[in-house]
């Protein structure tokens, strides 16, 4: 059950924390650099480190709201 919670918190943040952060780098380059580029490597790496960050944080939430 925890490891259930924790993708169905994780899958979302990445995606959504992924495909922001690419738009935003796309335009950032867009903008300031006059051509657009994507920086996959961010917004993996943001991606990972939010989905994880979060997923833990929701599970050991539940674990302490169940314990009061």
């Known amino acids: 059950m925890v490891v259930k919670k924790f993708f169905f918190t994780a899958g ?4 959504i924390a992924f495909l922001l952060t690419a738009g935003l780098t796309y335009v950032y380059s867009w903008i ?10 961010v917004s993996i790496r943001l ?7 979060l997923g833990f944080q929701a599970v050991r939430g539940e674990r ?3 314990q009061s």
Do not use: T
Not at 33 to 40: C, N, Q, V, Y
């Open 12 to 15: 979302p943040v990445f995606v």
């Open 47 to 53: 991606g990972i480190i939010l989905a994880i960050v």
């Open 32 to 41: 300031f650099h006059g051509a657009g580029a994507f920086d996959w490597a």
């Open 64 to 66: 302490r709201r169940s």
